[in-house]
């Protein structure tokens, strides 16, 4: 069993996280946009510090609106890094400013953060982490491969035995529904 399936099950922090966001497909761009967010400031950083500090994050970050974070000027930025409820990290913070406004930009090129990643799917996760790399800001390997598992774009989120990937294997998660290409 995949060590996140062994221990988060019962876990006062993790196991709602666990139990039914991860691994579990979103649409939604606001959603999508926070575990974006979520991946980048866990960046050396366990995954429970960044649990513990989501609704603080979710309320500096106005629910994770893109339109509202991509409209961050230095002032707004400045204050970001002054909430103490937030990962405070100023190259982090400058990244998701940035990244809402790709965001942005991907609603007129290809309807939404959604229908971008589903133009672009599937790929392997090497193939992944260089388009995000191209697109976005802070999106090495282990936030890109992290972000599209937590999202279903790529297998490995929960082991096969965890009782949650039966849940997610019957909503059709993209990697089931289009296996990744061969090399």
């Not at 006062?12 to 579990?24: C, D, I, L, N, T």
């Not at 960044?50 to 974070?69: C, N, P, T, Y």
Request: hydrophobic share 45%; aromatic share 10%; proline share 7%.
């Amino acid at each position: 069993m995949s060590s996140y399936c062994a221990i988060a099950p019962g876990h006062p922090v993790h196991h709602a996280y666990h139990a039914r966001e991860y691994g579990f497909p979103q649409r939604d761009e606001a959603v999508l946009f926070e575990r974006l967010v979520l991946e980048i400031m866990q960046a050396g950083l366990s995954w429970e510090i960044v649990l513990k500090r989501r609704e603080g994050m979710r309320a500096a970050f106005a629910g994770f609106e893109v339109d509202r974070i991509a409209a961050l000027d230095e002032a707004g930025q400045a204050a970001l890094l002054a909430n103490p409820a937030i990962i405070r990290n100023r190259l982090k913070v400058a990244a998701i400013v940035h990244n809402a406004q790709c965001i942005q930009g991907l609603r007129a090129s290809h309807g939404g953060f959604a229908a971008w990643l589903d133009a672009h799917h599937p790929r392997s996760k090497p193939d992944w982490v260089k388009l995000f790399k191209t697109t976005f800001r802070f999106t090495g390997g282990e936030i890109v491969g992290e972000f599209l598992m937590s999202l279903g774009y790529l297998p490995g989120a929960h082991a096969p035995e965890c009782p949650v990937a039966a849940e997610i294997e019957a909503l059709a998660p993209p990697w089931r529904t289009a296996p990744l290409p061969l090399a």
